[in-house]
């Protein structure tokens, strides 16, 4: 194919976009638009970069309510669908926050997400973290949340099992999970009336998480590589002296320098090609464009693809520390590194 036929500054077809057929037999097109500004990006900011990457060619859009600009966002989806693009062609995932996991507040919040993003429906509603720990907006990584818990697979299918409501209520069309491991979804797939279709995970060239990827595959769960660049716009409360930088790596800038690219959409390209979907963020239009052109563009060879394979160095960026129960923890409490659920 051609690329420049297919693509100009002014955008792609979205027609050429490569999807992801999910379990139910629904397609999703297999890069989104991410939506979390990082504390740095306002609402109206994102909401605009919403608006005009659907008219370049996005129709995934990854949402959630804690990220503070579904209302904004909301009448950019607005202005799409009144500028013709059809609902069914959209895309719209939103995220269930940590304090709405009792089982009272879970329709309520799926419907205000629904109301802020002036959409009949959402094509996917995940389990945003399987905690119900939250940590009040700005804080620093020690705070923790009173009642804080550990995993507790009872209480997690309370919440699992009002998703399914949703679904049956007509809300949702497809329901999954996010910043889950191996042994938990092990749990959730024995327990579960309605399967997840997808799995939000860290993904990027310097935390690959073969494994857990692999279990997703196997099991018809789509994985979603979040965080696809590496987060270099991540805030501070984020940032340990211990955490690699994906776009300077030395194969990941090699690469960027033959193709004549930018590091980051070698990155979005490689967890394309791997059969991820990633959504990387962007708030600006040079950014978002090359990383849509990206995953429609020449693939990286197979010689591209070992050398990047090459380089995982297992860097978790997003530890979650905020959402640990107790004060003499360590973040890899939350990810089940030995197969054992901490409690
Ligand atoms: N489920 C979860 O728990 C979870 C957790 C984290 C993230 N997410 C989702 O994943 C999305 C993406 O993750 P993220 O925002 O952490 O990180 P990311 O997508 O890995 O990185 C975003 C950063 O990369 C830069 N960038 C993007 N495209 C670029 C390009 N083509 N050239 C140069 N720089 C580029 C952006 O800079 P500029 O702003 O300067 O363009 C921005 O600072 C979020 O927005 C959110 O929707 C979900």
Known sequence: MNLSMSTTSSGIDPALVPRRRLYTGASMPAIGLGTFGSDRVSADEIAAAVRDAAALGYRHFDCASVYGNEHSIGFAFRDILRGGIKREELWVT???WNDKHAEADVIPSCR???ADLQLDYLDMYLIH?????FHPPGCDVTSRSAGARPYIHENYMKTWRQLEKVVDLGLVRHIGTSNMTIPKLEMLLRDARIKPAVNEL?????????ELFAFLKTHGIEPIAYSPIGSPGRPERDRTPEDTVDVEDPVIVKIAGRLGVHPAMVCVKWACQLGATPI???AKRRNYLANLQGVISAPLTAEDMRAIAGIDKNCRLIKGQVFLWKSDQGWEDLWDLDGVIKQ
């Open 280 to 282: 990387p963020f962007s």
């Open 112 to 114: 205000k997400s629904l």
């Open 94 to 96: 939103s995220k269930l």
């Open 202 to 210: 860290e993904m990027h060239p310097h935390m690959q998480q073969p």
């Open 129 to 133: 973290w399987p905690f119900p720990n």
